[in-house]
């Protein structure tokens, strides 16, 4: 029951709100009444001003520690038994120590008394903690002053105050634990409605990037210049090439259509990128040239369809076709610990500063971007999707400076396709 507990005392009951009880109990009864924690300290600023030395001044000197100790004691055993009690306090004084719980939960207690009660009634009461150390002429002077201070009382009268301060204090500090727990609720729904709201937008932005994915492998331009390609292979060669262009376009088209999986191998991607290379190749001739270094380990490993085309195309595309001698792509996959480590660098024109900044600030921006340049759409959603599937197991870097190339950097789980959680 002791221990830390959800919230504290002054957090569950208002400080005035208790002080004025204090005060009322003091004005009414001309009993002191305090406030302590579960180890018998006092809180600040919950005593009431009034005659009630010798016993202050006792509680601020070197017996203070004692004060406190029986202040436990008493508050504990009352906590023990969920009511209040009256005890003997190390000095020989009847107090009434009515303990706060909330929840299961003990707070605290709140002490009244420093009365005289009748002899007999004095004998009957326990006593936690004896005053047996040896004290100096200043304590003793205090100590012997005591008596002639306590206030005359009897068990029963102590007793109802305490059961009224118990009955009160609790109800208010209950009302306060509810208060602050409806609105730690509150709280936390407002935080689930806002979260299940991002990640409705986040679905639909996953599903936006999936559509916006294929619309830019099957973007016009590009499918115009792969058939004219076609055409003007077909025309020059005689049709010698042109059925290897053919299929090569016809299975990326085949692979675009079924997109509907979420999850597919990468060897799947790494034959969509193939056929989207050889026709890069043939339509720019000896420009573009291709470096290849795969570990065939990894082949099987699940791979999110059209996540890494789109950053071979961004460098083909923007990097490299722009360059009139072309240029080099190269193409890393490997596996380290676990992990799939997959670069893909560039000899080409590079990207600008505001591209670069862009793409970057990505993270931060929880791969929201609307208005990011044009030219790193399939990076944007190629990053989305890759993130939304692997969370933060995925991450990724990019380096890039004009007229020097782009280096792109992922590493995410290896994960076989069958792979079964």
């Given at each position: 029951?002791?221990?830390k507990?959800?919230y504290?005392l ?5 400080f005035?709100?208790f002080?004025?009880i204090i ?7 001309g009993?002191?009444?305090v406030v302590t924690d579960?180890r ?12 009630y ?5 006792i ?5 203070g520690e004692?004060?406190a ?28 120590v009515?303990p706060?719980?909330?929840?299961g ?16 009634e004095m ?5 936690f903690?004896?005053?047996?150390s040896?004290?100096?002429?200043r304590?003793k ?20 105050i ?6 009160v204090t609790?109800?208010i ?11 730690k609720?509150?709280?936390?729904e407002t ?26 492998q ?9 058939l ?15 059925p290897k ?10 692979r ?12 799947d991607?790494l034959s ?5 290379l050889?026709?890069?190749q ?5 420009r573009?040239k ?18 890494i085309q ?18 080099t792509?190269?193409i ?5 610990r676990g992990?799939?480590?997959?670069s ?5 024109c ?6 670069l900044?862009?793409?970057q600030?990505l ?7 609307p208005?990011?340049?044009?030219s790193s759409?399939?990076i944007?959603?190629?990053m ?6 692997f ?14 190339g ?5 590493h ?7 792979f079964?959680?």
């Open positions: 029951m002791t221990g507990t959800p504290t002054e957090e569950l009951v208002p005035d709100t002080r004025e005060k009322r109990v003091h004005d009414v009864t009993l002191r009444t579960y018998g300290v006092l809180y600040d600023g919950f005593e009431v001003e009034g005659e030395d010798p016993c202050h001044d509680r601020f000197s070197e017996l004692m004060c100790q029986s202040d436990a004691y008493a508050g504990l055993e009352a906590a023990r038994l969920g009511r209040p009690i009256i005890y003997l306090c190390h000095l020989g004084a009847a107090e009434a009515s706060i719980i909330v929840s939960h003990y707070y605290g207690s709140v002490l009244t008394g420093h009365s005289l009660l009748p002899p007999e004998a009957s009461l326990p006593q903690v004896k005053c047996n040896c004290l100096t002429a304590q002077q205090l100590c012997d002053q005591l008596p002639s201070k306590l206030v005359p009382n009897t068990l029963s009268r102590l007793q109802a305490a059961n009224l301060l118990f009955l609790n109800y500090a209950e009302i306060g634990y509810r208060s602050i727990t409806q609105k609720i509150s709280e936390y935080s689930l409605l806002r979260e299940r709201n991002i990640n409705a937008d986040l679905e639909r932005n996953i599903a936006n990037a999936k559509m916006r994915n294929i619309q830019a099957m973007h016009p331009h590009f499918l115009f210049n792969a004219n390609t076609i055409n003007q292979t077909a025309i020059l060669e005689g049709g010698v090439e042109t262009l053919i299929q090569a376009l016809s299975s990326i088209m085949r675009t259509l079924a997109i509907n999986d979420e999850t597919s191998t990468l060897e991607e969509q990128i193939r056929n989207y050889y026709i890069a043939v339509s720019t001739g000896d573009l291709v470096e290849w270094d795969v570990d065939d380990s990894c082949l099987d490993a699940a791979c999110p369809p059209f996540t789109p950053l071979v195309e961004n460098s083909v595309v923007h990097g490299l076709d722009p360059k009139i001698e072309g240029g792509i190269s890393s996959i490997k596996k380290f992990m799939l480590q997959i893909i660098c560039d000899t080409g590079g990207m600008d500063l505001e591209t900044q862009s793409l600030a993270k931060e921006n929880g791969y929201t971007m208005d990011s340049p044009s759409i399939g944007r959603n190629s989305q999707i890759l993130n939304s599937v969370g933060s197991s995925f991450d990724w870097m990019i380096d890039s400076s004009p007229k020097t782009t280096q792109f950097y992922l995410f789980p290896y994960r076989p396709y069958n079964k959680a």
